[in-house]
């Protein structure tokens, strides 16, 4: 696997974020794959902007900026001079995922991938349809696209408290599914491949939509879910059997 370090910003400006894109024009994948600590904040594939008016610059600046940024700087912190900083982000993930005395290190690694996962399921004019594959699947296990998207937002919206809604791959029933996970929890801990996330948490949306998380929810779901994404971490998927 892969593994870009990026510089990390402390200060956000359109410039710093920059904006990653390939000679034909599409959004390049970010890389969020984390080889070893120090970990490192993937930069967004987009400028603050980017994703503005379904989600502000403003709510990117504390949400990306502060938010994500501690998880990442606290999780730093835990596995200094820890062998568990030799890990990938995953691996410690799932190493510290049923031990009762790594709590903090399974919230704040989870927190981290869960927002690396994220970022990198929005793009700006995102939304619309899947192809190939994936949108046969979404068909074939989940009811079609329309059934997806209304249940996708059901799942994320019925979260009690702070988390996330996901869409995810099973690789031992090789089936699509829906799942929610409370806090920092995330679906790589049950062996389920995530292909997309909704974060949850009121910071996520509070800033711009006050307690209508399904206003949110549901203009995430048609301007700004990158399906390229998705398709990508299916592909992936099912590669890897
Ligand atoms: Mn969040």
């Known amino acids: 696997m892969t593994t870009i370090?990026?510089?990390?910003?402390?200060?956000?400006?359109?410039?710093?974020?920059?904006?990653?894109?390939?000679a034909t024009g599409?959004?390049?994948?970010?890389?969020?794959?984390?080889?070893?600590?120090?970990?490192?904040?993937?930069?967004?594939?987009?400028?603050?902007?980017g994703l503005?008016?379904?989600?502000?610059?403003?709510?990117?600046?504390?949400?990306?900026?502060?938010?994500?940024?501690?998880?990442?700087?606290?999780?730093?912190?835990?596995?200094e001079?820890?062998?568990?900083?030799?890990?990938?982000l995953e691996q410690l993930i799932r190493s510290v995922a049923v031990n009762p005395n790594r709590v903090a290190h399974f919230?704040?690694?989870?927190?981290?991938?869960?927002?690396?996962?994220?970022?990198?399921?929005?793009?700006?004019?995102?939304?619309?349809?899947?192809?190939?594959?994936?949108?046969?699947?979404?068909?074939?296990?989940l009811g079609g696209l329309e059934k997806f998207k209304a249940d996708f937002a059901a799942t994320a919206?019925?979260?009690?408290?702070?988390?996330?809604?996901?869409?995810v791959w099973n690789p031992r029933d090789k089936k699509l599914g829906l799942s929610r996970t409370s806090n920092a929890d995330t679906p790589i801990v049950r062996g389920d491949v995530p292909l997309l996330t909704i974060d949850v948490w009121e910071h996520a949306y509070y800033l711009?939509?006050?307690?209508?998380?399904?206003?949110?929810?549901?203009?995430v779901i048609d301007k700004l879910i990158n399906w390229d994404w998705a398709a990508q971490q299916f592909d992936k998927a099912l590669k890897a059997g």
């Not at 502000?56 to 600046?61: G, L, Q």
């Not at 711009?208 to 949110?216: C, E, F, I, L, S």
């Open 107 to 141: 919230n704040n690694a989870g927190q981290v991938f869960n927002h690396n996962f994220y970022w990198a399921s929005l793009r700006p004019n995102g939304g619309g349809a899947p192809t190939g594959a994936l949108l046969a699947q979404i068909e074939k296990d």
């Open 157 to 167: 919206n019925g979260v009690f408290g702070s988390g996330w809604g996901w869409l």
């Open 5 to 22: 370090h990026f510089t990390r910003r402390r200060i956000l400006s359109g410039a710093a974020l920059g904006l990653v894109a390939g």
């Open 81 to 88: 001079n820890d062998p568990l900083g030799e890990m990938s």
């Open 208 to 219: 711009d939509y006050q307690n209508r998380r399904a206003a949110y929810t549901a203009a």
């Open 52 to 79: 503005d008016p379904v989600i502000s610059a403003r709510t990117i600046s504390f949400h990306y900026g502060i938010h994500h940024k501690a998880y990442l700087d606290n999780l730093n912190k835990l596995v």
């Open 26 to 49: 599409r959004l390049a994948a970010p890389a969020i794959a984390q080889a070893r600590a120090p970990y490192t904040l993937p930069a967004l594939p987009y400028s603050d902007t």
